[in-house]
C-alpha cells in the first residue's frame, strides 16, 4: 500500500538571505514560521518556540528576558507581538520548588511579565526557561511522535541518538515536565534534545538557526529510523476494502453526508464537514488493521480538543452494501459513538473537569472504507483543522504500526488533557458562536441586489453561504467577498440556470460535498417584464414563469431532498412581490407568476410541516438600488406606466406608502434572514411585507 509510506525527512527552509538583517525577536518569528510552515513538524496551534536575552523594562532597567510563543498562536502565522516577554529571574527559582499547580502557574507566568498588554505565555513556558540555551523549539513532529509511540520506540532511539538525546517517558505539559527535563539535562549534559514521548521534541541552540537546524537533524534521523526498522511493513496490513473511483465516491458521499451531519445537529448547534480524498487518507480508512488502529487513540495530546480521543469507523464495503445501507450504517454508527462518548464522559470525570459540561457526543472524524474521511466542526475552519491534525495521525499511527504498533495515551490522561483547564481556556479565546454558526444556506439570484445583501447578512451571522447565480462573475465576487471577510470557505460562488433542472440539482449536489448539507434554501433569482397583456408575449409569459415559479420549485425541491435526509428540519425562504397580493396593470406576467411562487410556498408549508421544514415568504416592493432587475427594462416600463420619468420612480415609490419611505435590499435581507434563524422557529406559511406599507397589499 504505497499510499501509506515511511514519513519523510522535513526539508530545510531556512534562508540565509531572508535571516540576514533580522534580530532578536523578529528573528525568533521568522524561525518560527518556518517551523509552522511544516505540518509534519507542528500543528495549527501547537509546538512553541523561544529566545533569551535582555531588554528594558519600564523603568528602563536592563532585564534578563524570556520571549516565548503567546498560548493559542500559530507558528506558522506568528509574529513578533505575538511572543510575550517575561523575567527571567522572576522564572529560574521556581526550579527550586517541589510542587505546582497549572493554577498558580499561570496566575506566576502572566505576573511575570514585562507589558500587562501582551498575550498569555505558552503553558510549556517553564520548559523554556529551565533549558539553558538561547534558544529553545519544542516541536510535534510526526517522526518523532511515531518513534517514541511504540513498544520499540526507547530502544530504536538509544541505538540511533545514544547520549545525544534524554527520553522522556510521558508527562503531561506543565511545572512538573519542564523541572524533569531540567533535571535530565543536568543528569547528561551532553544530550542536545529531549525526546518527549508521545508528545515532541525539544532542541536548542545558541543561535536562532541553531536551534532550528537541530529540529531537522533529530526529525530526519527518527524518521529514518522509523524507515529502516519498519521495512516493508508500512501499509496498515494492506486493503481490507478496494477504494472506490471518483465518481462512486461522489454517490456514495452525496448519501452519507447529510445523514452525518443530521445525527452531528442532533446534539449540537452548526456543524460543518469536510471530505478527505487524498490517497492517504482513503488508504487508511480502507486498509485491514484501521478499524483496530485507530481506536487507540490520538497520537498527539494537542490533537484531543479537535479530534477526540478516537474517530468513528464505519462498517462499510462498497462491494456487498448500497449508498442507502452506508446513510443507515453512518446514522447508527453517530447513535453508538455518542453511548461511548457519554459513558467515555461520565467514567473519566473528576473534580478539575467537572466544571466543564460534555462536548457534543457526536464523532470529529469518521473513516469511510473506500472512501476517504470525512471530518467536522462548528465552521469550515475548525472542520479543516481537524482534517489537517488526523492527516497528522495517519502518518503517525501507520509509521509506528510499521515498527512495532501504535501506542496513545492512556484513556483518563487522553480524557483529563480534552477537559484541562488550560485547553478550556484557549477554547474560550474563541470568537463567540453567532446565530447562523455552523449553518449552511443557499441563495439564488446571489450576485446583485436583495440576493446579494441577503448572502452578505447570512455570512454576517456565521453562515456558510453559496452564492448561485446565472451571473457566475458576479457569484464568484461576492462569494470572494464573503471568504476575504469572514474565513476560509465560509462561500462557495455557483453558476447556475435555475430554470434547469439539471442545473439547480447539481449546485445542491456541490453544496453537500463541500459543506455537508443544508439548512437554509433563499429563492431571491428574479426577472420581471412589463407590457399591456396585448403586448405580453409568450415567451416573455414563459420566461417569468419559468424563473419565479420553476425555478423556485426546482430549488425547493432539491432542497427539500437534502433537509428530509438530514433529518433536522430547515428553512425555505422565497421572495416574492407585492405584485404578489396586489393586481397592477402591464405586469400581468411577472405579477402571476410571484403569485403562483407565493401560493407554492404555502403548499411547501403544509408538506414540510412533519418535517420541521418551514417555508414562508417576503415580498418586497420597488427595492431599486443595487437590482439587476431595475438595471433592465423594466425601471423605464413601471416609469411609462405610471407616467413619471424613471428618475423620479423613488420618489414616486416612497410617496406611495404608508411610512413614506423608500426600501432597500439590505431591509429585505433582515426580513429574510428573520425567516432563516431559530428567531422564527415557529413560523410556517407567512408573509412579510417589506414595502414601507403599501396598504392594499396588506395581508389581513
Known amino acids: 500500500m504505497s499510499e501509506l509510506h515511511p514519513i519523510g525527512a522535513p526539508v530545510d527552509r531556512w534562508d540565509a538571505d531572508a535571516a540576514r538583517g533580522l534580530n532578536g525577536v523578529d528573528e525568533l518569528a521568522y524561525r518560527s514560521n518556518l517551523l509552522g510552515a511544516d505540518r509534519s513538524l507542528a500543528n495549527r496551534g501547537g509546538g512553541n518556540t523561544s529566545m533569551k536575552g535582555v531588554t528594558l523594562d519600564h523603568a528602563d532597567r536592563e532585564t534578563q528576558t524570556l520571549w516565548v510563543k503567546g498560548s493559542g498562536t500559530d507558528l506558522a502565522t506568528i509574529t513578533a507581538v505575538g511572543f510575550p516577554a ?26 511575570s511579565g514585562l507589558r500587562p498588554d501582551q498575550p498569555r505565555p505558552s503553558i510549556e513556558t517553564l520548559l ?25 520506540g526507547r530502544r530504536l532511539a538509544q541505538e540511533e541518538f545514544g547520549e545525544e538525546a534524554v527520553w522522556l517517558d510521558y508527562q503531561r505539559p506543565g511545572f512538573a515536565m519542564s523541572k524533569r527535563i531540567a533535571e535530565l539535562l543536568e543528569e547528561h549534559p551532553r544530550a542536545r534534545a529531549v525526546l518527549l514521548a508521545k508528545h515532541g521534541l525539544v532542541t536548542w541552540g545558541d543561535s536562532g538557526e541553531e536551534s532550528y537546524r537541530a529540529t531537522l537533524e533529530f526529525v530526519g534521523r527518527a524518521a529514518e529510523t522509523l524507515e ?100 443507515e450504517r453512518v446514522r447508527s454508527g453517530v447513535r453508538e459513538y455518542g453511548n461511548w462518548y457519554r459513558d467515555y464522559y461520565e467514567r473519566n470525570l473528576t473534580d ?82 453567532t446565530e447562523l454558526s455552523g449553518r449552511i444556506a443557499l441563495v439564488t439570484g446571489g450576485a446583485s441586489g436583495i440576493g446579494r445583501a441577503t448572502a452578505r447578512r447570512l455570512a454576517e451571522l456565521g453562515a456558510h453561504v453559496a452564492v448561485a447565480d446565472l451571473n457566475s462573475e458576479g457569484a464568484d465576487e461576492v462569494a470572494d467577498e464573503i471568504c476575504t471577510r469572514y474565513g476560509m470557505r465560509r462561500a462557495l460562488g455557483l453558476a447556475v440556470d435555475v430554470t434547469s433542472e439539471e442545473a439547480v440539482a447539481e449546485i445542491v449536489r456541490r453544496i453537500v460535498l463541500e459543506y ?78 410571484k403569485a403562483a411562487s407565493l401560493h407554492l410556498a404555502r403548499c411547501l408549508a403544509e408538506e414540510g410541516g412533519r418535517h420541521g421544514i418551514r417555508v414562508n415568504t417576503v415580498n418586497p416592493d420597488a427595492v431599486i438600488e443595487g437590482s439587476a432587475i431595475w438595471s433592465s427594462e423594466w425601471k423605464a416600463e413601471r416609469a411609462s406606466t405610471y407616467g413619471v420619468a424613471e428618475g423620479d420612480l423613488p420618489a414616486f415609490y416612497r410617496g406611495r406608502t404608508v411610512l413614506g419611505v423608500n426600501v432597500y435590499a439590505e431591509d429585505v435581507a433582515e426580513s429574510i434572514v428573520f425567516f432563516a434563524s431559530p428567531r422564527s422557529a415557529k413560523s410556517t406559511g407567512n408573509i412579510i411585507n417589506v414595502d414601507g406599507g403599501v396598504t392594499a397589499a396588506y395581508t389581513r
Open 86 to 111: 517575561l523575567r527571567l529571574d522572576d522564572l529560574l527559582p521556581l526550579r527550586g520548588r517541589k510542587a505546582m499547580d497549572d493554577a498558580d502557574m499561570v496566575a506566576y507566568l502572566v505576573r
Open 128 to 152: 523554556h526557561a529551565f533549558v539553558p540555551a538561547q534558544h529553545v523549539d519544542h516541536t510535534h513532529p510526526d517522526a518523532v511522535i511515531a518513534l517514541t509511540s511504540n513498544p520499540a
Open 228 to 327: 529502516r526498522a519498519g521495512a516493508g511493513r508500512f501499509g496498515l496490513g494492506g486493503w481490507s476494502v478496494r477504494p472506490v473511483s471518483d465518481d462512486e465516491a461522489e454517490r456514495l458521499l452525496l448519501a452519507a453526508l447529510p445523514a452525518l451531519r443530521g445525527e452531528l445537529l442532533a446534539d449540537g448547534p452548526g456543524v460543518i464537514l469536510e471530505v478527505d480524498r487524498s490517497p492517504e487518507a482513503v488508504a487508511f480508512a480502507s486498509s485491514a488493521r484501521a478499524p483496530k488502529v485507530s481506536q487507540i487513540g490520538a497520537p498527539c495530546p494537542d490533537h484531543l480538543v479537535n479530534t477526540k480521543h478516537k474517530p468513528l469507523v464505519v462498517d462499510f464495503d462498497p462491494k456487498t452494501a448500497s449508498a442507502e445501507d452506508l446513510a
Open 352 to 433: 478539575e473537569s467537572r466544571p466543564y459540561p460534555i462536548d457534543p457526543v457526536g464523532p470529529r472524524v469518521v473513516l469511510l472504507p473506500g472512501v476517504g474521511i470525512v471530518t467536522s466542526g462548528g465552521d469550515a475552519g475548525k472542520a479543516r483543522f481537524s482534517r489537517e491534525l488526523y492527516e497528522r495521525a495517519i502518518a503517525v499511527e501507520s509509521a509506528a504500526d510499521a515498527v512495532g504498533g501504535f501506542e496513545s495515551l492512556s484513556e483518563p490522561e487522553a480524557f483529563a488533557i480534552e477537559y484541562w483547564p488550560l485547553e478550556r481556556y484557549k477554547l474560550a479565546q474563541l470568537p463567540p458562536q
Open 516 to 593: 455537508g448539507g443544508l439548512d437554509v434554501l433563499v429563492c431571491s433569482a428574479g426577472i420581471a417584464s412589463s407590457a399591456p397583456l396585448t403586448e405580453t408575449t409568450l415567451a416573455d409569459w414563459e420566461k417569468n414563469y419559468a424563473v419565479l415559479a420553476r425555478g423556485y420549485f426546482l430549488a425547493a425541491r432539491e432542497a427539500f431532498r437534502v433537509l428530509t435526509e438530514q433529518g433536522r428540519g430547515g428553512s425555505i425562504v422565497f421572495v416574492g412581490s407585492k405584485n404578489a397580493l396586489v393586481g397592477g396593470a402591464n405586469a400581468a406576467a411577472y405579477s402571476s407568476a
